[in-house]
């Protein structure tokens, strides 16, 4: 390994290497202290302590400052893509209107650059995207076909297709289309509205009047799209409000864009925590999409980052770390989402267990329901959720084999006894709760069963009527908030559970029918 002694007191990037693979690449103001940082302190998250361990040699650019630190460190993680640097090529948000190098080109959706043809963005706005590439289409009539069929589509019948498949127009003239299209995505909509103007004068002049029809519908279909574009324009983005949690050495972050004080775009990342991670994200993020005029954080950013940005920008950027008042509200909504997009389904399941007293959060919920129609095909369901979320894989179906018709308890017992009787002989995996849908009868069929086979799974069921929680011992319904987290789960994975038993009911009736 390289001597750390021989690394600079001076700011500039660092490169941690294993053999020939760059492992890590950071930006420091004093590269000596922190590159000692990393080998002289216990390591607080397990990424650092694995990066560590990997490391064999150490390699430095010095900088003249740390701004131009930050925009080298940019520019070799772009190129090298370490495998210990934030990653955020998994974010979705943004994409390309990709124009294919086919023989009749067509406009198209693309997540990254790649294949052959030319690519115009990326879009920020999902919203926008979609209504350029289907205006487009809809205009110059472009094929949206991944292969050419030997006949004419329903588009060519409804007169948003020029049909090449059947040679209805020549190469030259889609291929003027093609380039009409591309003025469009290159911004240049005001010298083709002209030239289309041009046009329809000549085609009306000449009697051509479908021709001049079609350039007049292109002409009012472009300026609608001006007026629109300079309108967007108008509301550019004012703000970017970015706030994360780190739960268990990860971070989730949600970054959104803000239009003049409304909430747009939402960008989720979620990726390992380390050292310096925001800053990190920061400097990655927007080395890639456009810096706003403000940015909005739970923490401040540094003097050499707010350099960066401004440079980025070529103007004055302000970093806000709000404590009270609307950027306050707006910094909360950010921590909220990030609650219920990354944690929901743990807030749902906390909510549940504090409601029914429980001493621990049920992570894993199984529930049961029985379906049949005057007696007839009954069937038995099994849904299971884990951390909030349908595991459907661990779904199960019962033909009811022993009970009576219409004996709705005498049912409940049977699949109950029939699930858990298998786990506990396979010693397999226990539920955390068990909900059952009906009311005091199929819950004390349900936990006799259960104390039968000797086991001491909380349960509970959840009558329909209304929606009334009964609970082993209690000769009342439970009380809970009718409005509140803790019901509402009970009835997702109730609804969940009827709607997998009716399932079953119906495809048993039909095996009957055909018997």
């Known amino acids: 390994m390289m001597d750390i002694k021989s690394v600079p007191d001076k700011p500039g990037c660092y490169i941690f290497k294993s053999g020939k693979s760059i492992q890590y690449i950071g930006k420091a103001k004093r590269l000596k202290k922190r590159v000692k940082s990393y080998f002289n302190k216990s390591m607080a ?28 460190e940019n520019t070799l993680v772009k190129r090298h893509q370490p495998r210990y ?19 009749f080109p067509r406009l198209a959706l693309a997540r990254r650059k790649e294949g052959g043809g030319k690519f115009f963005g990326p879009f920020t706005s999902a919203a926008e995207r979609s209504h350029l590439l289907k205006l487009l289409n809809k205009t110059f009539k472009l094929r949206t076909c991944k292969r050419l069929p030997k006949k004419a589509c329903l588009r060519y019948h409804i007169g948003i297709c020029k049909a090449p498949c059947i040679g209805n127009i020549s190469k030259e003239t889609y291929e003027n289309d093609v380039s009409s299209a591309k003025l469009v995505m290159t911004g240049k909509t005001k010298e083709l509205v002209k030239s289309l103007k041009a046009d329809m004068k000549r085609f009306s002049k000449n009697e051509m009047f479908e021709e001049a029809l079609e350039a007049r519908d292109r002409i009012s279909a472009l300026e609608y799209l001006t007026e629109k574009q300079a309108m967007d324009r108008g509301k550019s983005h004012d703000e970017d409000v970015i706030n994360f949690i780190s739960r268990d050495s990860k971070v989730y972050l949600i970054l ?95 909510a549940l267990g504090k409601a029914l007293g429980l001493n621990d959060t049920p992570e894993v919920i199984e529930c049961f329901d029985i379906s049949h129609l005057s007696g007839t095909s009954t069937a038995g369901s099994m849904v299971q959720f884990v951390s909030g979320q349908p595991n459907k894989s661990n779904y ?35 539920p955390d709760l068990i909900i059952i849908d009906g009311g005091k009868g199929q819950l004390r069929a349900a936990y006799e069963e259960l104390s039968n086979l000797g086991l001491s799974i909380p349960v509970m069921s959840i009558a329909k009527k209304l929606e009334e929680i009964y609970l082993p011992g209690l000769p009342f319904p439970k009380s809970i908030d009718k409005r509140g987290k803790a019901l509402q789960y009970v009835r997702e994975i109730r609804d969940e559970a009827h709607r997998f038993a009716v399932k079953y009911n119906r495809l048993l009736r039909k095996k009957e029918a055909l018997s």
């Open 45 to 72: 998250d397990p990424k650092t302590a694995s990066l560590v361990e990997h490391v064999d040699d150490i390699d430095f650019v010095v900088t003249k400052n740390e701004v131009e630190a930050l925009i080298l």
């Open 85 to 103: 640097n934030i990653d955020l090529k998994d974010s979705k948000q943004y994409a390309y209107i990709q124009l294919t190098d086919e023989e």
């Open 396 to 430: 199960r179906r019962f033909k009811i084999r022993t009970a009576e018709k219409s004996d709705d308890y005498a049912a409940i017992g049977e699949v109950v006894k029939r699930r858990y009787k298998r786990l506990k002989a396979d010693n397999g995996k226990l």
């Open 256 to 350: 959104f864009n803000v239009y003049r004080g409304v909430l747009s775009q939402k960008n989720e990342y979620s990726f390992d925590e380390t050292d310096g991670f925001f800053e990190e994200f920061v400097s990655r993020y927007y080395s890639e999409n456009p810096v706003p005029k403000e940015i909005i954080s739970p923490v401040p950013l540094s003097a050499p980052m707010i350099e960066f940005l401004e440079r980025k920008r070529s103007t004055r950027v302000k970093n806000t770390v709000p404590k009270i008042g609307e950027k306050r509200d707006l910094l909360d909504i950010t921590r909220s989402n990030i609650e219920l997009g990354f944690f929901g389904g743990e807030i749902k399941a906390e």
